[in-house]
C-alpha cells in the first residue's frame, strides 16, 4: 500500500551489471517506499532475476555501474549475509536442497544467526520449536516439514512454501521474491500469496518478480514495471499487468521505439 | 622400492605368530597362508590395484604383535561404547578381552580361537573360504595370524534388532594387530554388525583386518564399519561377502583415521534375487590417505545392487575409489547403480575415482556416475542470503554432504558420534565460527 509519509526504503540509480563479460542489467532505476509492493515484469532474457539476484550478492553477478541505497547505506558494499542481517531477503526462483540437514536445524540457524546480527535474543532449539510452528500454520504447512532435510523431495509448491517460512522467520525489510508463482498450481499460489500478504506491513516492502499476471490477482501491486533489455521501460498500476497479460510484451518494445523516434 | 627388501619386509612381520591350534586344517590354512606370504612382495604403485596408493612409509617402520594385551579399565573402554549393543566383543591389540565382552541368548557372538571346535564344520565351511589370499599379501598376512577373532553365528530366523558391537583397541606405538571375524548369518536371519576401529594414543601400528560374511537365504545383514584409527596408523583391511538366494546386505563404511588406509570390500551375489547396497564415506585431512576398492559381483540373475561412495578431502589428503561392477554372463535383469561424490576442500586436495563396468549380460540396468568438485556457488549463496556468514555456510554444506552417508547408520548413538566427528572436522577445516547445530 501506499502510504504518503513513508521513507524510501530502496533506491536503484542507473545500475548496470554483467555475468562472463556480458552485460544484463542496463540501467536500472527504481524506487521502493515502505508499505509497498511493486511487481517487476517483462519477458524471459529481460533482466529480472539478474536483478534479483544482484541485490541480494549472487557473486556470479559483477556491478559495473551506478549504486544502491537501501535504508540510505550502500548496499553494494555489503556482503550477501550482511545484507540478510540488515534485512534484504530473496525468495528464491529455485531453492536448493541440502540432503542430510533437517529443515529445523537450517530454519533455526539461519534465524538466530540473522537475529544475533541484529543485537535481538537468539531462541533455543525447544523455543524455537514453538516458534516456527506458529509460522507454519501461516502458509499450511504440515510440522513433518521440520524433520525432512531442507528442501529435499519437497514439491515444487512445497520448496515456496518454505522460503516464504523463510520470510516470516527473517521478519526482512525488502522482500525480493523471485518467480515465486512458478510451478505452483492455483491452491499453492492461494497459500503462498496469502502467506506473503500476511507478512506486508506498514514498515516493510515486497517487490515481485514474475513473468506472469497470475500472481497478481492474489498480491495486488502498487506499482507495475516493465522490464526490457535490463532496465525498466514502462511504470504503471496494477491495471498495467492486466493489459500485459491481453497484449503480451511486445508493445511496449514497439512504444518504446516510437517514443524514442518521436523525441528525435 | 626393491622386491628384495619388501619381501623381507613381510617375513619380518611374520614373526610372533600365535600358537598352533588343535585342529589340523586350521593350522593348515595358517601354514598355507604362512607359504603364501612368503612368495607375496609389499605392493608399490606398480601394481595396478595399488597405483595410486603409496604404503613406502609404511616399509620404513617396523611393527610387532603383542603377546598379551595390556589391561584396560572398564571406563576406558566405555569411551567408545554403543549402548544399544545386544553384544560385545573387545580386542586390545588384537587379543580378545573377555571382561569387556558380553553376549547375548541365542546369539554366538564369541572369540574365534576358543569357539572354533563348537561351531567346527560351519567354520570350517566359510573360514578362508571367501577371503581368498592368492593375490594379496595383507589377507595372506592375517590368514597366518588366524587365532583371536570374532565369530558370529546367527540362528536361522533369528532377528536382532539390536547391533552386535565388535571393537578394536590399538594401545601400542608399531604394534601390529590381525583382527579377524567371521559372520555366518543363517537362513531368514537378521543382524547388524558393528566393526569399530579405535586408537588409545595418535601413535603408529599396523591394523590388518580380514571380514568374512556368509548370508544364507533370506538373510538380512546390515554391516557398520567405522574406521577412527589414529592419523599416524596403517589400516588395511580386506572384506568378503557372500549373498545367498535373496539375501540382503548393507554395507556402511566410515574411514576417519590412519595416515594410509586400505579397504577393499568384495560382494558375491552368488544366488538369484540377492540384494546389496555399499554406502562409503572417507573424511580425511593433512597428509591422509585413504583408498577404497569394491568389487560388486552379479554373478546370479536379478540382483540388485546400490551404491554411493563419498569423499570429503582436505588438506594434502589423497582419497582413492575404485569401484568395480560385474555383471557375470548369466546374471540377468541384473539392476545396478553406482554414484562416486568427491568434495574437495583444498586447493591441495586430490581424488582419483575409477567406476568400473564389466557387463556381460545382455538384459540388465546399470547406472554410474563420478563427481568431483568444490562447493556448489549457489549453495554457498544460498545460505549466505539467509545471513550464515561464508564460513558457517561451507560448513553447514561439507557436514551435509557427509551426513548423507552418516545418517544411513541403523544405530543412533554411533549416527550421532559420528554426525559430532564430521562437525568437528568441518569446523577445523575452516577458521573463525561453525554453525550451531
Not at chain 2, 560448513?395 to 554432504?401: G, M, P, S, V
Amino acid at each position: 500500500m501506499i502510504y504518503q509519509d513513508s521513507k524510501t526504503l530502496l533506491a536503484v540509480r542507473g545500475l548496470h551489471a554483467t555475468v562472463n563479460g556480458i552485460e544484463i542489467l542496463k540501467g536500472m532505476d527504481l524506487t521502493v517506499r515502505s508499505g509497498e509492493v511493486h511487481a517487476i515484469m517483462g519477458p524471459n532474457g529481460s533482466g529480472k532475476s539478474t536483478f534479483a539476484k544482484v541485490l541480494a550478492g549472487h557473486p556470479a553477478y559483477e556491478v559495473s555501474g551506478g549504486e544502491v541505497l537501501f535504508e540510505g547505506g550502500k548496499l553494494l558494499e555489503l556482503k550477501p549475509e550482511e545484507r540478510a542481517r540488515a534485512g534484504v531477503f530473496l525468495g528464491f526462483q529455485y531453492p536448493i536442497e541440502i540432503p542430510g540437514v533437517a529443515n529445523s536445524q537450517f530454519l533455526r540457524l539461519a534465524y538466530n544467526t540473522v537475529q544475533a546480527g541484529r543485537g535481538k535474543d537468539e531462541l533455543d532449539p525447544l523455543e524455537f520449536d514453538d516458534f516456527v510452528r506458529e509460522k507454519m500454520k501461516l502458509l499450511e504447512m504440515n510440522p513433518d516439514f521440520l524433520d525432512r532435510s531442507v528442501n529435499e523431495g519437497f514439491s515444487g509448491g512445497e520448496k515456496k512454501r518454505n522460503e516464504i517460512l523463510q520470510m516470516a522467520l527473517l521478519e526482512p525489510k525488502l522482500a525480493i521474491l523471485d518467480e515465486t508463482d512458478s510451478g505452483l498450481d492455483i491452491d499453492a499460489l492461494r497459500i503462498v500469496a496469502g502467506g506473503v500478504n500476511a507478512l506486508a506491513n506498514r514498515d516493510n516492502a515486497i517487490v515481485l518478480v514474475t513473468h506472469y499476471q497470475r500472481l497478481l490477482n492474489y498480491i495486488v501491486p502498487d506499482y507495475v514495471h516493465v522490464m526490457d533489455s535490463g532496465r525498466i521501460v514502462k511504470t504503471g498500476g496494477k491495471e498495467l499487468a492486466l493489459e500485459l497479460e491481453a497484449r503480451g510484451y511486445d508493445w511496449v518494445g514497439a512504444e518504446l521505439k516510437a517514443g524514442v523516434r518521436a523525441s528525435t | 622400492m626393491n622386491t628384495a627388501s619388501t619381501a623381507g619386509y613381510l617375513d619380518r612381520l611374520l614373526q610372533g605368530r600365535p600358537p598352533a591350534s588343535s585342529l589340523p586344517w586350521l593350522n593348515q590354512l595358517r601354514a598355507n597362508a604362512v607359504d603364501r606370504v612368503g612368495a607375496l612382495t609389499v605392493p608399490t604403485t606398480r601394481d595396478e590395484d595399488w597405483r595410486f596408493t603409496d604404503i613406502s612409509p609404511l616399509t620404513k617402520l617396523s611393527f610387532q604383535p603383542a603377546q598379551r594385551a595390556p589391561q584396560l579399565a572398564p571406563a576406558t573402554v566405555d569411551r567408545w561404547a554403543v549402548p544399544e549393543a545386544a553384544a560385545r566383543l573387545v580386542f586390545i591389540d588384537g587379543i580378545y578381552a573377555p571382561r569387556h565382552s558380553f553376549n547375548h541368548a541365542g546369539l554366538t557372538a564369541e572369540n574365534l580361537a576358543s569357539n572354533t571346535i563348537g561351531h567346527g564344520a560351519g567354520v570350517q565351511a566359510h573360514l578362508g573360504r571367501h577371503a581368498g589370499f592368492e593375490h594379496n599379501a595383507f589377507t595372506a598376512l592375517n590368514t597366518a595370524f588366524l587365532h583371536d577373532g570374532a565369530l558370529i553365528v546367527v540362528p536361522r530366523d533369528m532377528t536382532l534388532a539390536a547391533p552386535v558391537h565388535l571393537l578394536f583397541i590399538a594401545t601400542r606405538k608399531h604394534g601390529a594387530s590381525y583382527p579377524r571375524c567371521l559372520v555366518i548369518a543363517e537362513s531368514g536371519s537378521a543382524v547388524t554388525v558393528v566393526e569399530d576401529f579405535v586408537a588409545l594414543d595418535n601413535e603408529a601400528y599396523l591394523t590388518n583386518a580380514v571380514t568374512e560374511m556368509a548370508l544364507a537365504g533370506n538373510a538380512q545383514v546390515r554391516h557398520v564399519r567405522v574406521q577412527r584409527d589414529s592419523t599416524e596408523a596403517f589400516h588395511f583391511a580386506d572384506c568378503a561377502v557372500s549373498l545367498a538366494r535373496a539375501s540382503r546386505y548393507h554395507s556402511i563404511s566410515v574411514a576417519l583415521g590412519a595416515r594410509i588406509s586400505r579397504h577393499n570390500l568384495r560382494a558375491l551375489l552368488a544366488a538369484e534375487g540377492a540384494e546389496c547396497t555399499i554406502d562409503g564415506l572417507a573424511l580425511i585431512g593433512g597428509r591422509q590417505l585413504a583408498d577404497t576398492h569394491t568389487l560388486i559381483d552379479h554373478a546370479m540373475p536379478q540382483g540388485v545392487s546400490r551404491q554411493l561412495h563419498k569423499c570429503i578431502v582436505d588438506g594434502a589428503a589423497r582419497a582413492v575409489f575404485n569401484g568395480n561392477i560385474m555383471v557375470r554372463a548369466g546374471a540377468q535383469r541384473t539392476d545396478s547403480s553406482q554414484s562416486s561424490r568427491n568434495l574437495l576442500l583444498s586447493g591441495k586436495a586430490r581424488v582419483d575415482t575409477k567406476p568400473q563396468l564389466e557387463i556381460f549380460a545382455d538384459d540388465v540396468k546399470c547406472a554410474h556416475g563420478a563427481t568431483v568438485g568444490q562447493l556448489d556457488v549457489d549453495e554457498v549463496f544460498y545460505l549466505k542470503s539467509r545471513g550464515l556468514s561464508d564460513t558457517a555456510a561451507r560448513n553447514l554444506l561439507t557436514y551435509a554432504f557427509g551426513a548423507e552417508v552418516i545418517e544411513r547408520i541403523p544405530v543412533a548413538s554411533l549416527r550421532s558420534r559420528l554426525e559430532e566427528a564430521v562437525l568437528a572436522r568441518t569446523q577445523t577445516a575452516a577458521t573463525g565460527t561453525a554453525p550451531q547445530l
